[in-house]
């Protein structure tokens, strides 16, 4: 008799237990609510010059450095581009609606979204939509989206941003600046953020009138730029890309052999042109700017 209330007793125990276990295993792992997971996506328009490639490179290295332990990707928005590099060099970069798709399915929670962009033109137009969309989902649908996301200014989009930049251009180009000319060419677009460029001549100007502002696509033109630096009576001229990246445009309108190119068209004048073939991802006071930009779309992200 006793022995059989023992055994009953270990009977109940052990069933008591497995049933415990069963329980454990049965309950939905719930996620902690504080498991959160940031993570920055760099955008850029992209490039398919190798040595152009490097200034991403510089920026994505840069903001790794200034963002331990967050998770940093790079995404280009040039389709053209990445089918390219795809084909060619069996290099597979996503547009940034899919990478921003792929964090989400991986569990980020929090995404800041750092433009690349010198101005707020139409490249810059397309990601705040994304990014907009993006918010919407994350809004509507939490499982789909984030739970916060952010994106980044362009480097000139508000007032103070042309003296910074103004700074940060004659802290790079402070030899030259004393004795010659110094040109920086940007792309320009027929977007009216266009007038950006302008801005940052006039900023420059009021500290140093041997700076030059030229665009490929806008104002301030070629015509625009050459009777002015005539008029400086300089002699030498460098010449550098206003642009993230010294890719094709660096490579072949500003400093190619071709006769219409910035270069051959300031040499057919008299002048002495250097080249110079960095993008300004490869600029530390640059890089600087743009991590500014980041921590400010940081501080926006739900912590
Ligand atoms: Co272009």
């Known amino acids: 008799m006793k022995l059989?209330?023992?055994?009953?007793?270990?009977?109940?125990?052990?069933?008591?237990?497995?049933?415990?276990?069963?329980?454990?295993?049965?309950?939905?792992?719930?996620?902690?609510?504080?498991?959160?997971?940031e993570a920055i996506l760099i955008v850029a328009f992209g490039t398919s010059v190798p040595e152009g490639e490097e200034a991403i490179s510089a920026?994505?290295?840069?903001?790794?450095?200034?963002?331990?332990?967050?998770?940093?990707?790079?995404?280009?928005?040039?389709?053209?581009?990445?089918?390219?590099?795809?084909?060619?060099?069996?290099?597979?970069?996503?547009?940034?609606?899919?990478?921003?798709?792929?964090?989400?399915?991986?569990?980020?929670?929090?995404?800041?979204?750092?433009?690349?962009?010198?101005?707020?033109?139409?490249e810059y137009d397309d990601l705040k939509a994304v990014v907009d969309g993006f918010r919407m989902i994350g809004e509507n649908a939490p499982k789909a989206g984030f739970r916060s996301i952010a994106l980044s200014d362009p480097l000139m989009a508000a007032p103070g941003d042309f003296e910074r930049m103004a700074d940060a251009i004659t802290a790079?180009?402070?030899?030259?600046?004393?004795?010659?000319?110094?040109?920086?060419?940007?792309?320009?677009?027929?977007?009216?953020?266009?007038?950006?460029?302008s801005a940052l001549q006039m900023a420059l100007w009021r500290k140093n009138p041997n700076f030059f502002i030229g665009t490929i696509e806008g104002i301030p033109a070629y015509d625009d730029v050459y009777p002015r630096l005539k008029a400086s009576g300089a002699r030498r001229v460098t010449l550098a890309p206003l642009m993230l990246v010294a890719g094709d445009h660096a490579h072949n309108d500003i400093a190619g052999s071709d006769e219409d190119s910035w270069k051959s068209m300031l040499?057919?004048?008299?002048?002495?042109?250097?080249?110079?073939?960095?993008?300004?991802?490869?600029?530390?006071?640059?890089?600087?700017?743009?991590?500014?930009?980041?921590?400010?779309?940081?501080s926006s992200l739900t912590r």
Not at 4 to 26: D, G, N, P, Q
Not at 92 to 115: H, K, N
Not at 282 to 296: G, M, P, S, T
Request: hydrophobic letters at 40%; glycine letters at 6%; aromatic letters at 6%.
């Open 4 to 37: 059989k209330k023992y055994t009953r007793a270990l009977i109940l125990a052990w069933v008591a237990v497995l049933m415990a276990s069963f329980a454990c295993e049965a309950l939905p792992t719930r996620e902690p609510v504080t498991n959160a997971k």
């Open 267 to 298: 040499e057919s004048k008299g002048l002495k042109v250097t080249p110079i073939l960095s993008g300004l991802g490869q600029n530390k006071y640059v890089q600087n700017l743009i991590l500014d930009k980041l921590r400010e779309a940081r």
């Open 172 to 197: 790079t180009y402070e030899k030259e600046g004393k004795g010659e000319a110094v040109v920086l060419v940007g792309h320009g677009t027929h977007h009216f953020a266009d007038s950006a460029y």
């Open 59 to 122: 920026v994505t290295e840069a903001v790794k450095a200034a963002n331990p332990g967050v998770e940093v990707r790079a995404s280009y928005t040039s389709r053209i581009i990445m089918r390219k590099l795809a084909r060619e060099q069996n290099k597979i970069i996503d547009e940034p609606a899919v990478a921003l798709s792929r964090l989400a399915f991986e569990g980020y929670t929090d995404v800041a979204v750092l433009s690349t962009h010198m101005i707020p033109g139409a």
